[in-house]
Each structure stands twice: as C-alpha cells, then as structure tokens.
C-alpha cells in the first residue's frame, strides 16, 4: 500500500502511540518509562561536508496575492542545505533500514548523501512529560519520579503551551539521557571518538532544515520543492488532494462546520517523506531567533522566536510551507511566552566540524576556489591560485603578504561563486538536453506517421492528399534538423565544464528527473545518452550528426 507520494507503509508491533502510522524508513530513539522518538531521514546529494545545496525558503508573493504586505516576513529568499552524516556514520540498525532506500553511488558518482535526521511526528504531551520527568535527576541526585501519562487522549496531542526556554530544555535533558543510556544508539559525525563532539545530539531543527524538509526534501522534484505546498498526491492521481487530508486548521470558513482544535499526531496524511502535522495541528519553534527578510535574504537584525508551519486556528489561505511567525520569548508580565498553538518537533543535530572531520573539510576547503575547477584546460598542480598562494608565503614584505592575502581571499571566494553559477548551468543544460532529446524522438514519430499516410494515400491515387502530407513532411524535417543542430550545438557546450562537473551534475538531474511520474524514465535515459555523447565530443572534438541521430532514436525504441 502506499500513503501520500508514494512512501509506502507496513503493519508491524511498533504501531503504538508514538507511532500511529508505522512507515517504511522509519527509525527510533528510546524514550524514558519506554516508548521511542520516530524519526524520518532527509538527504541531500553533496561532495562531502563542506558542499551544500542552494534552496529556497518562503514564498515570492505578487502584489494582488493575500500576503503581499507581509513579504518582509515570510517572503522569498535563498539559503543553504546539508547534512551532518553520512550512512556509515549512523548507527547500526538506522544504517539496516536507510541503506537500502538512498541512491546507489559508487566510486563513479562524485555526489554521495549527507543526511540529517527530523522528528516524524510533533513532540506529543506524553513524550515530553516522559522526557522531563529525567529533569531533576542529573543535578539532584535524587533518582527519576516515576512515569505518568496524561490521561486518555491527551497524551496524544501535541505538546504545546510551553516556552521557547522550555523547548530547548527538553532537548537538552533527552540528549543527556540518551547520552548516558543508549550512546551506542545515537549518530556520530565522523565515526570518531565519541569524545571528539561528532556524537548526535537533540536540538530544535533550524528554519531550513525544517522548511527543506516540510516540502519535500529528497522526494520531489526541483520544480516542486519551490511550491507553497508540498505535492499531496493521492494513489493513481497527479492531482493535488484537499488539504484537510493531510493538515488540520480552521475550515468553518469553508461551510463544513468543522469546529478548530488540537488533534492526535498522525491523524492525516504524511508529507513526501513521511513527515506528519507539518502544516496545521501545532506551530513548530525553530532553532534561529527571527530576522526579516531584506532583498532575497535575511536581514541583520534579530527578534523573537520563530513558529512555522501554521496551527489549528488558522485557515486555509494562510497555510504554507514557508510561512512563519515572530513571537516575543517574554510575555507583558515578564513570564516566559507560552502559546496555546506552539510546540515543538525535534531534530539531530552534531558538531559541524568534529575533530575526525578535520583531515576531510580541511581538504574539501583547499579545493573551493581554485580556476582548476572551472576548466579541464588548467592543470590542478599548475593552478594560478596556488602559485598565488606560494608567493604569498615567500614574500617578506608583511604588508605585501597581507594585501596579496586579501586579493588572493577574494579572488578565490569569486571563484567560488562563478563555479556555483557553472553547476547550476550545467545541470540546467542536461536537462534540457533531454528534453530537446525527447523532442527529436516526438518529431520521427511524427514524420513516420506522415510517411505512412502519404503511402496510403498515392496507393489509393489521392494526389491532392499526397502532395498535402508531402509538404508537412518537408516542415517535419526542418524542424527535426532544427531539434537536431540544438542538440549538438549542446553537446559542445557541455565540454566546455569540466568532466567533474559533467557527473556530479547528472546524478542531480537524474535524482531530479526519475520522480517525474510520466516522462522520468524516458529522461533519464535521454539525460544518460546525452552526457555519453558530451564525453564522446570531449574526445574527439566532434560529432557525427547522422550517428547521434541515429542513437538518439534507437534510445528512444527501447523499452
């Protein structure tokens, strides 16, 4: 069976209250008085620790849109995702039950995936009344009061009415707990020593690792994950479904009469990754005090705390994946904020920078900024930014070394940029190869059909007809030669980024590509043609027309 876009769920003993909805992926965390933390993973296709991708977070509101006047709030920016681990940094049996589900990669695919880890559900009454009763133990002394749970239902709900102060406490004493109960089931960035700071611990996810996560992360397509709304497929459907089936909020306004209220987790639909209440039920603390957002980014000042995803009370128009709000962490009375809309989901977080990662960034940090990156043509050993960097060293003028050092960091940080603009250029251009690819094959089927006609109609001595289908198959094949020559106009372009760039960026756009529901696999195929034939130019610094046409449509036979 599957739920939602296609995550596919199973029946087994740990369908309980902390995980009303068992999925495939899933993995655990235990909890004090028994019971677990569910999490799901999310991914993101990089080089190694330093690389990161560039995503959008908010929404670009038009002037006639409701929200407009609050652009400076929820509205468009860019930022950057990555993740802390990789597979062989998890623990075992997380590492069982992920493996098998992440792109393949081997030592021909320069992108691997760096995961982090969020909480499939919101923070429930039970689970935070269990974790807290851990609170005094540690500083006291005094052994852990004995487990209660909210009654009934409650227990169910999602936490909320609690702090800003109170949500990082809780993080803080299930972090300790794990740490002195179960270390062996925690991550460790770096497979290090657990002492070097590489072991996971529990946080608030900040803003982009929530919002990369709420629409969609990994499991939907780059077009996609620019929506105000992850993709809310139902089974055998490429339309989006009602969103009260999968998030709940304040529909009175659409005459059901649906009264607004708090809800048990897991009582809709998941998100493309499996994440439950992601819009809707409660409003989620983030790790980042608030900033607004100022031209495309986030503005030099800082505020409250932030709450995304909107809550229960809310309606419909005003729900989205990007949507934010400011709350004061002090209330009027000098109380601590409490909101009866707010809680929390948790993620895993670690040190960036562990000391077993040290040899690693440190070296993927030489490599940012070099020409070599740019251009096969530039040897890595004769690139003139490390010759720059040699005499820098050499010189004994002080103040020379410090200018030449404040040109080289320059020098170096816009090539970085430009190497950025090249990637996305050239994923853009194997995508778009495809689809020009996928185009030629329409047009044959086109002229064959026509052909076919033409055939019929001089055999039946319908000459008008014959001399009619004659001229739309001169028009068929100037537009097939037209398709063709854009194609190979592309294949050069391609040699002109390195082969390192070639590669990494296909296995982004195949990742991108397989999850097109109709054309995906054609696409792929094509895309894979495509960057075959870009190597085949690279070297012999041609192609043969009638021959890449010719491969291009037996490509296109295949099953």
């Known amino acids: 069976m599957s739920l939602g876009y296609g995550v596919p769920t199973f029946a087994d003993n740990r369908s309980t209250a902390d995980n009303p909805k068992p999925m495939t992926g899933d993995v655990f965390l235990p909890l004090p008085c ?53 597979p062989d940094d998890l623990p075992a049996a997380w590492r069982k039950t992920i493996k098998p589900l992440l792109p393949k990669t081997d030592a021909s695919t320069p992108l691997k995936p760096m995961l982090y880890f969020i909480g499939k559900y919101e923070v429930t009454a039970r689970q935070y009344a269990h974790v807290m009763s851990q609170a005094r133990s540690p500083a006291s002394g005094e052994s852990s009061p004995v487990c209660q749970d909210p009654e009934g239902m409650l227990g169910r709900l999602p936490k909320v009415r609690l702090s800003r102060f109170e949500a990082e ?70 339309e989006d479904g009602p969103l009260g089936d999968w998030a709940v909020f304040n529909q009175v306004a659409g005459g059901n009469g649906q009264a607004a209220r708090l809800m048990p987790v897991g009582t809709r639909q998941p998100n493309p990754i499996g994440l439950f209440d992601v819009i809707g039920n409660a409003a989620e603390m983030v790790q980042e005090s608030f900033q607004l957002v100022h031209a495309g980014r986030r503005h030099g000042s800082y505020g409250g705390f932030i709450a995304k995803g909107g809550n229960y009370l809310e309606g419909e128009g005003t729900l989205f994946t990007g949507m934010r709000r400011e709350y004061p962490l002090f209330a009027a009375d000098g109380s601590e904020q409490r909101n009866e809309t707010t809680g929390l989901r948790i993620a895993i977080g670690a040190l960036s920078a562990p000391r077993s990662r040290y040899k690693e960034l440190f070296e993927q940090w030489q490599k940012e900024g070099r020409l070599a990156s740019l251009t096969d043509a530039i040897d890595d050993a004769e690139d003139p930014t490390k010759r720059l960097d040699s005499i820098i060293a050499a010189s004994a003028d002080p103040e020379l070394q410090a200018e030449l050092g404040r040109v080289n960091e320059e020098l170096k940080r816009n090539v970085s940029l430009i190497a950025r603009q090249r990637e996305e250029a050239a994923g853009n251009l194997i995508q778009s190869s495809a689809l020009v690819a996928e185009t030629i094959s329409n047009y044959n089927i086109r002229l064959t059909n026509l052909r076919n006609s033409q055939q019929l109609a001089t055999d039946a001595n319908d000459h008008a007809s014959a001399r009619l289908f004659a001229a739309a198959i001169r028009n068929g094949t100037s537009a097939l030669d037209g398709a063709v020559a854009i194609y190979l106009d592309n294949l050069a372009t391609g040699t002109r980024y390195t082969d390192a760039v070639i590669r990494a960026q296909f296995q982004r756009v195949r990742e991108d590509l397989i999850r097109k529901p109709i054309l995906g696999k054609s696409l792929v195929a094509r895309a894979t043609l495509f960057v075959s034939h870009v190597e085949h130019y690279r070297q012999q610094n041609r192609a043969d027309p009638q021959k890449i046409l010719k491969e291009l449509l037996a490509s296109a036979s295949q099953p």
């Open 34 to 86: 028994g019971g677990e933390m569910v999490l799901r993973y999310v991914y993101v296709l990089a080089q190694g620790s330093l690389d990161d991708r560039e995503v959008s977070l908010g929404y670009p509101f038009s002037e006639d849109e409701p929200g407009y006047k609050q652009s400076f709030i929820s509205g468009y920016r860019r930022d950057f995702i990555n993740g802390q681990f990789t």
């Open 169 to 238: 406490r809780f993080a803080a004493v299930y972090s300790g707990w794990l740490m002195r109960n179960h270390p062996d089931l925690l991550p460790v960035s770096g497979r290090g020593q657990r002492d070097d700071g590489g072991v996971g611990f529990v946080r608030l996810p900040t803003e982009v690792e929530w919002e990369y996560a709420a629409r969609g992360g990994q499991a939907v397509t780059r077009q996609e994950l620019e929506g105000r709304l992850f993709p809310r497929r139902r089974e055998g459907s490429e």
